[in-house]
């Protein structure tokens, strides 16, 4: 009886001390709420698997879930989501109360969980929404989403998210490298969204299998740059590892020479150790090359093992036992006993009651050992037993396969078509692309006769292209697209035709430089329908258009098609148009001015989009809704819409659809300016597992509301991280650029403030040139001017202060080209752009002397549709303009107490300093702060004022230059001047005389 290795069961993990510790580190991150993510690559039987059955040993041991999922090898033909359905499985059988109530709250888990009930069927893709042509930009437009797929994803991070807060998630990805491209995205979905969960992802693949044209290639390559993300490469053993590891698989001692040449041919591969070992007859022959290896170790089997072998081979998954029983042809008891051979000599192992290979290697040598005509029948068989049988998810793909690989076509085409159906409704549309790729590639080989019916190559060239398009390839869209275009006959109908050519122009808007192609094929659609009878076809081909024309500013003809297409969807029941429509004149009537006709339309829109559950169409209304009132300044009713539309987004999943995001981003933006400020720092956050640039928008806003708190060290982490989105999104540029010049100025680094607003306007002119943001950045970089421009003149350092003047001329000059040249959305600039142009002249005002407290009263006027904050910016400036100018030091005083009441209530710490350094040298008494004395003259300027307090508390002039961000010199320097001022011969002399002539209050540890 020859050797029976054990294989690496009941040994002790030999060698990976420190792929364990890196993999027992990143647990323990996601333990403290750091989540993390580990890709482990490494050769075909490295011991990747094993690594991760330790691991997940350990961690359940720890207290944590652990939840495993396999990728099998189908060649993107198995059931989309296949490792994250058989990962999450235990969720919907599991005995826990919270974990029950939070996958019942997400009803979209049904399409991966057969235990739930069939979530929600989405509209079908010729009359739902709208799709390219319903996003936001009014330059281009983005690609178009899948709804069911991110609803989906989102009910998956969700889930997880709620079971992570009560314990860790630890979820095991086994060969990633055979995974279908619906679950690379929902994998790149959650890796790119880890932050504060509980929660480890761990997914394995090999190295050698992923080549340059590998569909992984990507992803990982997108992946690896996040912070959350580490690689773990499991390299093969060393010698002493490896000689190591033969000693502990064998169950009895054997030579060395026979250890040695174990080691050399393995070449440090344990699952090559494992095979040499077991093969060899006797511990003598040992057999070379890796497929001689393998097959020597099966050979050593009975025949009728073999033979089930084989069979299971074929499958390319786990196998039931009534399964290879109906094929095998063996009668159960030589059936039994070939199995337990297989299992007793670790070639099966079973699991969950299937029997399946233990190492994906012996599956592949066993299956490519198969001759033609073998494999052939054997797949038959497989596709026999599928389609008499009925087997719940994924039957139809399995079908597919098996009868792919023995030549039925027939029997795959329809089988295709309808894996294609499912992988739809399973919001899996890379899967379905898939699908009906490979119907495309067998479509001749199948007599006509025998082909399903209503179904022809022009649908699946229509249809490839949707789903190109919702997975996310555009390209291939356009390709497939153009190939429908091409393959119109004489024998199309006009309809048809139509539709062919709408989603040309669909899929071409989601490509740059086409927007010549796109209106040519729109115009190709409407010629073909312009003369019909009204129908569903005839009416999105319609709203289409309107959305494309208004896109190219053709605003008449877009109307004129809007209301055809309403005329004709209501005609027709068409609903999805309707309100795709409907959304088109109400921004067609926003911009021309009619207020209460965009309104009504688009409240129309709404309700149509939700009746027909069109849901990109609802949130898309929603958002436009709120825009509008927002673009007049009505803040609270826009505040009302934009919270409408997030709910409604959470409701249906959709949180991070295009429309989801820009509601959220939105929303965060107006409670800066109507003075509604958030405590909570989370209120900054996009959520628990973002995306980066996603974040990036949210924190770039965020930072506004960081930076006017005086939170300068948060702004500090915050902003540099921000400067790589720049390109992907230019609001967060403008959001976050904004934020930086704040900073610098509110430090005192004038000179820096106004450099970081002329490089950010040189970027914005490249990218976006006249964007009506330019005006605000314009103000914040001329406000910086004017403040270094007045140092300098104090200083005597005319050069400079000239400099600063013509600095100041530039940004003034800029400030007024955006408000002239950019596009408002409506027909005049509004009430916000308007406020700040009239901060920008009052600013101007102040390059060369005191500034014109007219101009600032109608600056702090211009600012009362709600702009708390901004507004009390501008009454300190209207203050400080009356005083300097000898003006009504009532009107000033009153400023001063508006503008420190804003400050104060919303914890803008800058703002009510510089109000209380003003107040206090006016005399002017505030709430909550000493009362001044108005029987003196107050001889020291605000800097010199602010050094002299700070040594009343202690500070040597290193601590006083740091916390005014001045060097040390210049501390002395204003020190200096202070004492001469005041008559004194030392600091501490210094400090006592102006406490008697109250030109000091007594500062606080805070000040």
Known sequence: ????????????????????????????????????????????????????TALGEFTAGAGALVLTGRCIDVHEGGLPYLPFAEALAPLATTSDPAVTAAVRARPALGRLLPQMQQAEEYPAIEDGQLTASEQVSTQRLGPEQDLGQLQLFDAVLGVLTVIAQRRPVVILLEDLHWADGSTRNLLSFLLTRLRTQRLLVVASYREEDVHRRHPLRALLSEVVRLGAVERVEVKPFGAEDARAFVEALADEPIGQDMIADIVSRSEGNPFFVEELLASAKDCRELPAGLAEVLLARVEQLSPITRRILRVVSVAKDSVAHAALAEISGLDELELDEALREAVQHHVLVIENGFYTFRHALLQEAVYGDLLPGERVRMHAAYATRIRTRTQGRGQDARLAHHSLESKDFVTALAALLRAMDEAE???????????????????????????????????????????????????????????????????TGSERAAKVWRRHAEALLSVEGTLDEVVEAIDKAWELVEHTDASSARAWVLATRAGILRLIDRHEEA???????????????????????????????????????????????????????????????????????????????????????????????????????ELRTKHLMLRFVSGDWPDDDDAGRAGRGVSSLVAGRFLGIWAQFVVARGRFADADKILPSLRQHWKADYSIALASGDAAIQLASWRGDHAGAVRQASELIDWLEEVEPAVLGGIRISVHGLAAAVAQAAEARVRGDLATAEAAVAAGEKLLAHGRHCAEHGIPRSVSLGPEALAWLARLEALGGCLRGAGDPALWAKAVDAFGYGAVYEQAMCRLQHAKSLLASDGDTALAASELLAAHEVADRLGACPLREAVRELGHRARVELPGEPAPRRDVVDPLTDRERDVLERVALGRTNRQVGEELYISEKTVSVHLSRVMAKLGASRRAEAVAIAYDRGLLAAPTSSS
């Not at 030999?14 to 989540?35: D, P, S």
């Not at 989009?609 to 069109?614: E, M, V």
């Open 425 to 491: 409704k399973l919001g899996a549309p890379g899967s379905a692309l898939r699908h009906v790729e490979q119907a495309l590639s067998i479509w001749d080989a199948v007599p006509a006769a025998d082909r399903p019916p209503d179904v022809d190559e022009l649908r699946l060239l229509h249809e490839a292209s949707y789903f190109a398009s919702t997975s996310g390839e555009p390209e291939r869209a356009v390709a497939y697209s153009r190939s429908a275009t091409e393959a119109l006959g004489p024998e």
């Open 559 to 661: 109307l004129q098609c809007a209301l055809a297409a309403v005329a004709d969807a209501r005609a027709v029941g068409a609903g999805g148009a309707e309100a795709a429509a409907l959304v088109s004149l109400g921004t067609l009537a926003d911009s021309a001015g009619d207020i209460e006709e965009a309104r009504e339309r688009l409240r129309q829109a709404e309700r149509k989009a939700r009746d027909s559950g069109a849901l990109n169409g609802e949130l898309r209304a929603l958002h436009f809704l709120g825009l509008s009132y927002d673009d007049r300044a009505e803040i609270h009713s826009a505040l009302k819409y934009y919270a409408k539309g997030i709910d409604r987004a959470k409701e249906t999943g959709l949180t991070w659809s295009s429309f989801g995001i």
């Open 1 to 52: 009886m020859h050797l029976v290795p054990r294989l690496g069961s009941g040994i002790p993990i030999v060698a990976r001390t420190q792929e364990m510790r890196q993999l027992r580190a990143a647990f323990a991150r996601a333990e403290r709420a750091e989540a993390g993510a580990v890709l482990l690559s490494g050769d075909a039987g490295v011991g990747k698997t094993r690594l991760l």
